[in-house]
């Protein structure tokens, strides 16, 4: 079975320092990863995805994210937060072994001081 | 404009009482997602279908049900038999399969009261 864990609820960082939200995850083939924002009240947009092509992913708005096997990791980062990054964000495991089986971290919350 | 809409985004009932929620995508997407959303746990599958006229159940279909008559249409039934059925509901579809990319539409909250 495959699982995720975002290791982090919640993260608060100031206005232009970096982010850094973490996510592991288990999986027995080869994964594919994902995350996802979500502003409140709307629905999931993606930021990024990895499918086993370049180990470094880079998405929307400046995020970027690395896939790193030996750590099982797919942390995503971004140099310089800005206030609409305040959002949640969802990190997402998919085997492409398993005809139906997409698991969702239980996300974290991303605030950005001024 | 190509998307995924859920009617409607806001929704009150009271117990008891049978909802049904509306998903319609025009992005030519074989597979179409319901999943529920409660604080502090992530998105939890419901049900999913992946071609007209099928659909599977998820991790927590229990109290729910759902129909692919057609293509670009997912509706899903909240029924009397879930226990705690207000929450976030979001549809979401991908052209291939369950691995692919999914689009998500901007969700429909449901309060039961």
């Known amino acids: 079975a495959q699982s995720v864990t975002q290791l982090d609820s919640h993260v608060s960082v100031s206005e232009g320092t970096p982010v850094l939200l973490r996510c592991n995850y288990s999986s027995s083939y080869s994964p594919s990863l994902f995350w996802y924002v979500q502003h409140p009240n709307k629905g999931l947009q993606l930021l990024l995805k990895y499918t086993s092509a370049a180990t470094l992913v880079k998405g929307i708005n400046g995020f970027e994210a690395e896939f790193k096997k030996s750590e099982t990791s797919f942390h995503l980062t971004k140099p310089s937060a800005h206030m609409s990054d305040a959002a949640e964000y969802f990190c997402v495991v998919s085997d492409l072994t398993l005809s139906n089986d997409m698991r969702f971290g239980a996300g974290t919350r991303l605030t950005v001081k001024p | 404009d190509g998307g995924i809409t859920q009617s409607p985004k806001y929704l009150f009932r009271k117990e008891g009482q049978n909802v049904t929620l509306s998903c319609e995508q025009n992005?030519?997407?074989?597979?179409m997602y319901w999943y529920r959303q409660d604080p502090g746990q992530g998105l939890r599958l419901i049900y999913y279908s992946q071609i007209v006229n099928d659909f599977q159940k998820g991790d927590i279909a229990e109290g729910y049900s759902v129909s692919r008559e057609k293509k670009e249409s997912f509706p899903l039934t909240v029924t009397s038999a879930q226990k705690n059925p207000t929450a976030f509901y979001l549809c979401?579809?991908?052209?291939?399969?369950?691995?692919?990319?999914?689009?998500f539409g901007p969700g429909t909250r449901l309060t039961v009261l």
């Open positions: 979401a579809s991908s052209d291939r399969g369950q691995t692919d990319t999914q689009y």
């Open positions: 992005l030519n997407h074989d597979a």
